[in-house]
């Protein structure tokens, strides 16, 4: 006669890859007031991760080289990882700049799947580093002493929108 036995799980089955739930930015435009400083991406997996494997992290479609130098990358818990940054000031113009992420593998030894789709966070962080230009810079107008002083007038065009509240020095 046989006795019959509780057998407890003894394994765990786990067929899901792990997947890309966001990557965030410590801010969302850079710009020359960042230069010198550094910025980060936290990239948010679906589930628990394996710390010991660290994820690459690319930029698909911009290239933020000359602005962005990778510094570290470290995981600050079991689904999130910080990747930092060096930002230098490239005079660079670069919007909806999109992030790739691959390599990763979950807590059971599951690969992230790379497949261009859905381990990319579109549209994620801007830089403007660019500096305004003068497209134009009128003729001074001449007042008379009789119009209220001497006074020169410059008509100045930029190639991008200013501050409205502050002046130029010229």
Excluded: C, K, R
Excluded at 7 to 14: C, G, I
Excluded at 35 to 57: C, H, I, K, R, Y
Excluded at 68 to 91: H, I, M, P, Q, R
Excluded at 118 to 143: M, R, Y
């Amino acid at each position: 006669e046989q006795n019959q036995a509780d057998v407890p799980n003894v394994f765990t089955l786990d067929t899901e890859n792990p997947g890309l739930a966001s990557v965030t930015p410590s801010t969302a435009l850079i710009t020359d007031a960042n230069g010198g400083g550094q910025f980060t991406l936290s990239v948010t997996f679906d589930e628990a991760m394996n710390t010991g494997v660290n994820p690459t992290l690319s930029f698909p479609s911009e290239d933020p080289s000359q602005t962005l130098s990778f510094v570290s990358g470290t995981w600050v818990d079991d689904t999130t990882f910080e990747a930092t940054y060096d930002v230098t000031d490239a005079n660079l113009d670069l919007e909806d700049i999109d992030i790739q992420v691959s390599g990763a593998e979950d807590a059971l030894g599951n690969p992230q799947v790379a497949d261009g789709v859905e381990d990319v966070a579109a549209d994620v962080f801007n830089i403007d580093t660019e500096n305004p230009l003068v497209l134009n810079l009128s003729p001074p107008e001449i007042i008379t002493d009789d119009e209220g002083g001497n006074q020169v007038s410059f008509l100045v065009t930029f190639n991008e929108a200013m501050n409205q509240d502050v002046d130029p020095t010229i």
